[in-house]
């Protein structure tokens, strides 16, 4: 069963994120990004991206060298889909622990529906929708510690955390949450082992090797953590937003998880990012709640276990309050679907070609594979398996990088730039000597002219 529904699952994120490639729309920021990392790894460089700028390694941003696995897959198979299906592969494999667990705690059926509540969760759906990222690696491996967690093997359970520092440098952040619990069930060495390699490495990251990569010297994101002075837990709980995104996370459980101690360890990943001054971190869009969707329906089926225990009636009482409590979950689940990124699958539009779509691809085969070219965020995914790709309108303009193509919209609207930066920079295409050499779809390429002026 629990494999069944992962290869359903699998089925159903890959049909999504392809189809959003195939409609153009993902983005540069961030399969672009991603694949430029990927690229470099599996071509024998170092992960550079372009995108982010000329020559920024991107290991200066964060810090993720598990993406480097990807290589081999990425050499066989060199496109941004390769990425989207390895993406969807490791969501949907994280749901076999979940569901093992909670059938486990409630019997297959309720295991089942539990396993199937977590494959459409909030967080699950948004990632898949957005693009690529490295925390792909986390919910799995998450997942399969967790697990480990709730079977009371303490020592598989670090072993299956402890690559999470390899991820992202804020997982340590879990990983030393993960230390804590170990530590409060009794492995203290253990748990205080993992608590010090956590730190350790966190601090190792963040203050020694990102910087020594990052072009300005620093780590970036740790201006998401400066703000105005003031009331901390003001700070960590207001707008009412972070509370929103909380109770959402939370109702498919029937709110159950709170009843676990393991739903502790999704406090360190809300506390960053309530506390950041960063809006995009407190809701439940993009790819930010995915490493959650493990702990919260993990917690729910330890709470519906230890739930069984306490209950002083006969079995089949046990046995349907378990199911009823699943069963709200999925109601609510269910009411959700319609409003989220999977129910594009039932859209005639997704399984149809889109003819704009194909004119722009067409349109941007007029660049030659190993070309310099800087494309608009929409484009650069198209690209970026077979050119060098710089942000456009970045790029024409950027010190010391001037392409010989640029990939435009005429009428840009994906919202990384304003619209009006993006129409001043095509205006000023003619000036620095590119002229139009192919147009369709809404997009334009453009060549440098070989009789500019140097």
């Known amino acids: 069963m629990p494999w069944a529904l992962a290869a359903v699952l699998f089925a159903a994120y890959s049909a999504l994120s392809v189809s959003r490639h195939l409609h153009l729309r993902t983005s540069g920021f961030d399969l672009g990004i991603f694949e430029q990392a990927v690229r470099g790894y599996a071509e024998g460089r170092a992960p550079v991206s372009e995108l982010k700028g000329p020559g920024f390694h991107l290991l200066g941003d964060h810090f993720h060298p598990i993406l480097a696995t990807l290589a081999p897959l990425y050499r066989a198979f060199p496109s941004p889909l390769t990425l989207l299906v390895a993406q969807a592969a490791l969501f949907a494999v994280s749901a076999v622990p979940v569901t093992r667990v909670a059938a486990r705690a409630a019997g297959p059926w309720a295991g089942a529906g539990i396993g199937v509540g977590y494959g459409l969760s909030v967080g699950l759906q948004q990632a898949v929708a957005f693009d690529f990222h490295e925390i792909a690696f986390a919910v799995p491996l998450l997942a399969f510690a967790l697990e480990r967690l709730t079977l009371r093997r303490w020592r598989a359970a670090a072993w299956c955390v402890l690559p999470l520092l390899l991820v992202k440098e804020d997982l340590a952040a879990t990983v030393a949450a993960v230390g804590c619990y170990l530590f409060w069930h009794g492995r203290r060495r253990l748990g205080a082992g993992v608590v010090a390699l956590a730190v350790a490495t966190v601090a190792l990251v963040v203050l020694v090797v990102i910087p020594a990569l990052n072009p300005d010297g620093v780590y970036t994101y740790l201006s998401n953590v400066d703000g105005p002075s003031g009331d901390p837990v003001s700070r960590l709980l207001l707008p009412a937003q972070k509370w929103g995104t909380v109770a959402l996370l939370l109702a498919p459980t029937a709110f159950l998880a709170l009843r676990s101690p393991l739903i502790l360890l999704a406090l360190p990943t809300l506390g960053w990012r309530f506390w950041s001054t960063n809006p995009a971190y407190w809701g439940t869009g993009f790819h930010y709640g995915a490493v959650l969707m493990p702990i ?159």
């Open 296 to 454: 919260v329906f993990i917690a729910f089926a330890d709470a519906l276990t230890r739930l069984r225990f306490r209950l002083r009636a006969r079995h089949g009482l046990r046995r349907w309050t378990a199911c009823g409590l699943v069963a709200v979950g999925l109601a609510v689940t269910a009411v959700a679907l319609p409003f989220r990124p999977l129910a594009e699958l039932a859209r005639p539009a997704t399984w149809q070609r889109d003819a704009t779509a194909d004119a722009v691809r067409g349109v941007l085969r007029v660049i030659p594979d190993g070309a310099q070219v800087a494309a608009a965020n929409n484009l650069a995914p198209q690209l970026t398996h077979r050119a060098q790709v710089f942000l456009f309108p970045r790029y024409p303009g950027g010190p010391g990088v001037k392409p010989d193509w640029v990939a435009a919209s005429d009428h840009p609207k994906d919202g990384l730039f304003p619209a009006g930066q993006e129409a001043e920079a095509l205006r000023a295409l003619p000036a620095a000597g590119y002229r139009p050499v192919a147009s369709a779809g809404g997009v334009t390429v453009y060549h440098l002219s070989a009789q500019r002026t140097p």
